[in-house]
């Protein structure tokens, strides 16, 4: 993809927080010139760039995927939020790795993934145990170009998670002193910032963007 190109980007999790901000800066972008939204509400947003697709991400026909540049994958909930670790599974695995499928099967060479700080696999702890699994998994579908994104705490707009107002407090007062410097919260909009720069200057292969690389590729 070069500077000059008429993108199609498709994004899961369009609603959610990183979602939303990496849709409206998506929608500005003159390099983009079509975005596809899949999920089970509609962004509220209008916009001549923008198709919304009402679908169960887990069941849906896959022709409504007509191909596309790049994928973003930004779709994400919390236990709290699900009402179990099987439904977060669904949503956070299952969805996920299901449309990615589809989009890799029709044609799209580019994902672009939010996964979580300490994804592993092997965890102990279902988190990033579950994060870990995802990531292998969609390795093993062979995208061209595989960007995952392992971000620090996010900072969002009007949160109403009290762990995640209170492990911001503690980080910035822990910042203050020096200490955890690499883990410094990160607003959504520079996430997004950081999402949608990243396809432009990756190779090809699969790229991981802790938070310091994060932090590099926002001072590029």
């Known amino acids: 993809m070069t500077p ?3 993108l199609h980007c498709l994004i899961i999790g369009a609603t959610g927080a990183s979602g939303r ?3 409206a800066q998506l929608l500005a972008d003159p390099t983009v010139g079509r975005v596809d939204c899949y999920g089970r509400r509609a962004p509220a ?9 009402i679908l169960d991400l887990n069941d849906f026909d896959p022709a409504l995927v007509e191909g ?7 779709l994400g909930t919390t236990r709290a939020a699900a009402g179990s670790k099987e439904a977060q599974w669904r949503i956070d695995y299952e969805a996920v790795l299901h449309f990615a499928r589809v989009a890799r099967s029709r044609g799209v060479a580019t994902l ?3 996964s979580a700080a300490g994804a592993n696999g092997q965890s ?3 988190y990033p145990r579950l994060k870990g699994q995802l990531e292998e998994a969609l390795r093993a579908l062979d995208f061209p170009r595989l ?10 707009p009007n949160s109403d998670r009290p762990g995640e107002r209170f492990a911001a407090g503690l980080l910035k007062f822990l910042n203050g002193l020096g200490l955890l410097r690499s883990q410094q ?16 200057s990756a190779p090809a292969g699969v790229h991981c963007y802790d938070p310091a690389a994060i932090r590099r590729l926002l001072a590029e």
């Open 45 to 53: 947003v209008v916009d001549g760039k923008l198709r919304s697709h």
């Open 185 to 200: 919260p990160l607003a959504v909009a520079d996430l997004a910032r950081a999402l949608r720069r990243a396809p432009a």
């Open 21 to 23: 901000e990496l849709l």
């Open 124 to 126: 102990r702890f279902f």
């Open 112 to 114: 672009v993934l939010v």
């Open 4 to 6: 000059n190109s008429n």
């Open 68 to 74: 596309g540049d790049v994928l973003f994958s930004c």
């Open 147 to 156: 960007l995952i994104f392992r971000p620090p705490l996010l900072l969002r």
